[in-house]
């Protein structure tokens, strides 16, 4: 058996997250009946982050275990042939047996996507949050500039977690986002990090450039307390946009 890495887009409107669940439509779950399909036997896969329901991906990376020497795009076309239209396989690659998707990450990217006007697009309704409120975009960048370095996150999940709440991001900002007009994004960066985190910190950026929180209140919740510190945006904004391996541990 050989060890084969896939990456992943999907649009998480109508899944009930990545992970398998009985009794519920995930990203796992239909990917691994397509590959059972091709490989005509039980696949099991592994990923390398647990999106919530309703969250998207631009490069989730998956793992699965076949016979040696699968034609890798021959399985890509199958794949795609066999998932739902909102799952794509970008691509698939042989990795050395050892590969883990997640534990081998050494830098994930979120990026949260908004549209900053009055009325709503239908088109984007699904992939970005409306907010037709005025931004102070400088504040913004500035509570995105305070939350970079490593600091105890625990305000900033909505789980009763007292360990293992520190992390470090490695970087935080707030801009445009392409041509469209009044689209913005924060992206995030940082090896991993914990439950809803990026949905709460993203909630806070905007509580403080918005003018509901002060720039010395999210310092303050960088040092510890309870949490959450600020509403969670709703999960259609975010998307997991990459998930970065060293090359070694992608040779196979």
């Not at 691994?32 to 390398?48: D, I, K, N």
């Not at 034609?71 to 690659?93: C, F, H, Y």
């Not at 992939?127 to 939350?147: M, N, T, V, Y």
């Amino acid at each position: 058996m050989s060890r084969y890495m896939l990456v992943l887009s999907y649009k998480g409107t109508a899944f009930h997250g990545f992970q398998k669940q009985p009794d519920a439509r995930t990203v796992q779950g239909a990917l691994e009946e397509a590959l059972a399909t091709l490989a005509g036997e039980r696949v099991e896969t592994c990923g390398a982050g647990r999106t919530d329901a309703g969250v998207h991906a631009a490069g989730q990376v998956a793992a699965f275990d076949a016979g040696a020497g699968i034609d890798t795009g021959r399985w890509m076309k199958g794949l795609n042939a066999l998932t739902p239209p909102d799952i794509s396989v970008l691509e698939v690659r042989e990795v050395r047996p050892s590969f883990d998707p997640r534990r081998d990450a050494v830098m994930r990217e979120y990026r949260y996507f908004l549209l900053n006007r009055p009325a709503p697009s239908p088109a984007l309704a699904d992939i970005c949050l409306h907010l037709p409120g005025k931004l102070d975009l400088e504040l913004a960048r500035q509570a995105c500039s305070s939350l970079v370095g490593t600091h105890d996150f625990r305000a900033f999940t909505l789980a009763a977690e007292t360990r293992g709440t520190v992390r470090e991001i490695s970087a935080c900002d707030i801009g445009e986002a392409g041509a469209a007009d009044h689209l913005l994004c924060i992206v995030v960066r940082a090896p991993s990090f914990i439950y809803r985190m990026v949905r709460v910190l993203a909630g806070a950026v905007l509580d403080v450039a918005s003018g509901k929180t002060e720039l010395s209140t999210l310092s303050a919740a960088l040092a510890g307390g309870t949490g959450p510190c600020a509403d969670p945006l709703p999960p259609e904004g975010l998307f997991l946009w990459k998930v970065e391996y060293p090359q070694e541990r992608l040779s196979a």
